[in-house]
C-alpha cells in the first residue's frame, strides 16, 4: 500500500526553537507538497517541490523553509517557532502530471509554547 | 487567485438518504477534479477523481462535473453514519499538480 509518513505524529516546541518535520513516501512521486490546516482556514499550502533539490513558495512561506536533497524525502523547517505556528501539518505526494491526486500522510500537530 | 468555494454546512441527512455535496471553482482552465473524505483529526483521504464532464459512480459515490458552469459535485448514496466527515473539493489549476482545496463542507448522517 502506499505510503507517506511523517516522523512525528504530535510535537510540542517551545518559541524561538528551531523545528524539523519530516516526511518521506515510498511511491517514488515527483511532487512534494507541506500545508498546515487551521480550523475555519482550510488547507493552505506553504511549500512545494517537483523535484529534488528544487522548491516553490506556496501561498504562506513566510517562517518556512524546505529541503529535498532525496526524491522520498521532504523537509519542513520552522526557522524560529513562534505561536501562530501552531497548527497540524500535513505532507502529501503525488506523481508527475494534472491528473493525480495527493496522497497525504497522517499529519503532525505541533504545538509551540 | 484561483478559487474554490464549499458550502461549510453543517449538511444534515438522516441515514439511508442521498448526501449531495457542491463546489465551485474560478479557474476554466481547470481539468481534473478531486474529492477528498477527511474524519475528525485524521488526514485528507481521497474518494473521488474526475476529469470529464458527467457522471462519474464508484460504489456509493458519483461525483458529477460541468465544466461550462464550473461546477462539481459529489454525490453519497443511502448515507451512513460512518459518512459523517469533511468533504474537501479540490481542483487542478497548472501543469504539475497543483490542487487548490475549498474549504470543506461537514456532513452530519444522523441514524
Known amino acids: 500500500d502506499v505510503k507517506v509518513t511523517q516522523s512525528s505524529r504530535y510535537l510540542v516546541k517551545r518559541t524561538g526553537e528551531k523545528v524539523f518535520l519530516e516526511c518521506v513516501q515510498d511511491m517514488d512521486h515527483e511532487n512534494m507538497f507541506w500545508y498546515r490546516q487551521d480550523p475555519g482556514l482550510g488547507l493552505r499550502l506553504i511549500y512545494f517541490?517537483?523535484?529534488?533539490?528544487?522548491?516553490e513558495k506556496g501561498d504562506i512561506p513566510e517562517g518556512y523553509s524546505v529541503s529535498r536533497e532525496k526524491k522520498e524525502r521532504f523537509s519542513l523547517i520552522l526557522e524560529s517557532a513562534s505561536t501562530n505556528q501552531t497548527s497540524m501539518y500535513l505532507c502529501a505526494s503525488s506523481p508527475a502530471g494534472p491528473n493525480y491526486g495527493y496522497t497525504f500522510g497522517s499529519g503532525t500537530r505541533l504545538t509551540v509554547v | 487567485q484561483k478559487e474554490v468555494e464549499q458550502n461549510s454546512g453543517p449538511l444534515s441527512v438522516p441515514e439511508g438518504a442521498i448526501a449531495s455535496l457542491n463546489c465551485t471553482y474560478s479557474d476554466r482552465g481547470s481539468q481534473s477534479f478531486f474529492w477528498y473524505r477527511q474524519y475528525s483529526g485524521k488526514s485528507p483521504e481521497l474518494i473521488m477523481s474526475?476529469?470529464?464532464?458527467g457522471d462519474k459512480e464508484d460504489g456509493r459515490f458519483t461525483a458529477q462535473l460541468n465544466k461550462a458552469s464550473q461546477y462539481v459535485s459529489l454525490l453519497i448514496r443511502d448515507s451512513q453514519p460512518s459518512d459523517s466527515a469533511t468533504y474537501l473539493c479540490a481542483v487542478n489549476i497548472e501543469y504539475g499538480n497543483k490542487l487548490v482545496f475549498g474549504a470543506g463542507t461537514i456532513l452530519r448522517v444522523k441514524s
Open positions: 474526475i476529469y470529464s464532464n
Open positions: 517541490s517537483y523535484d529534488v533539490k528544487m522548491k
